[in-house]
């Protein structure tokens, strides 16, 4: 079987040698491409600050009921454990808040301190891998009437601006301990679910309450922190306070990083188009790669166009190491560690399609206003064999190539998953 992939791969490879790709160093910078996996999905975005907690407001919605579900975190690493294994080179894991190591006691948000996330730090040392958080603004009373960072309540206003400080000195000392900045994520839900008639004052509020939790300076080399906007939540369809303006402008005055979430746009918006368009005004952009299906932004990262373009902009900025790529869906209706596996495997694949790619003929094209052959090579390029390339990247990564990974899961699903209360 491997002799067989490896005489695929010599095939492919000479057909990419005769357009200029080193398909060799073309893989050797793809396995140096980090993607931070998001924890949520393994949990349904219900954290384990409360006994049986669950997801709770903030505009988002886990459906499904699968069999497997991690309650803790032992269960959780062991099944970030198992999705690893089945993947590519090392990558990140991305955390919320409510995923600390409370040690049974409940403790309030605007309380965590790094202590809390001590064991996934010595967790991350032991895997080689790298941290990021997110600073967890709903499933908690003092969201419940849908706002946090913006509210006109002071006292509310005031728990959530300790809470995300208090998540900026934790991701801090994450970076600190594992030697690579932590990426800290601000997503807030706060919206309306009709016509408001004092959009102004709200987000007036919001900017004093970033302005007052970015105060504190911290090293990038310890944390960077970085803004997330939304279109529309459920529940709040008619207004969301951090709307995707109102944060590329606080990005740009205060240049910090931004995130663009492929879930929260217009459907036939292109996220794609917007990196070429904000990077000359920012230092770095956070993507957070989702799949939306109608009103939901949530679904799993497969491989589809609209990735590969995604994919392909990112490639052709030119900036890749001022982007970050993490993924950010949950779904509770299938198998959760096969979701994080074809999520990232998805998009592994698409940065191998945009990284193979001959951009120095194709921007030529370009250049001399040959659009016909630019077209016709962007063509023939979908047919050339990078499945066998892929293949081959899997063997010298030591995963599971093709369909076998598929058994993995499977396997561990009836030895662990189905086993578990």
Known sequence: MNAKIVDAYSLASKKYDDLGVNIEKILNKLVEIPISIHAWQG???SGFERPNSKLNGGGIIATGNYPGKASNIKQL?????TALSLIPGTHRVNLHSFHG???GKFVERNLYTPEYFQ???EWAKERNLKLDMNSTLFSHPKADDGFTLSSKSNEIRQFWIEHVCRCREISAEIGKQLKSPCIHNIWIPDGFKDTPVDRKGYRELLKNSLDEILQEKYSTSLMKDT???????IGSEAFVVGSHEFYLSYAITNQVMLTLDTGHFHPTESVGDKISSIL?????????????IRWDSDHVVILSDELI??????????AMDRIHLGLDYFDASINRIGAWVIGTRGVQKALLCALIQPWQILKEFEENGQYFQRLAFLEEL???????????FCLINNVPIGFSWINEIEKYEKEVLRKRS
């Not at 690493?77 to 454990?81: A, E, G, V």
């Open 382 to 392: 979908k047919t050339l064999p990078f499945g066998s390339v892929w293949d081959y």
């Open 43 to 45: 949990d349904d975005v």
């Open 309 to 318: 373009q995604l994919i392909e902009e990112i490639v052709r900025s030119d």
């Open 227 to 233: 803004v997330e906007g939304k279109l529309f939540g």
């Open 101 to 103: 190591d409370f040690g």
């Open 119 to 121: 064991s996934w730090i």
């Open 280 to 292: 000359p005004f920012i230092p770095e952009l956070l993507i957070h790669i989702s799949r939306g």
């Open 77 to 81: 690493q062991m099944d970030l454990d």
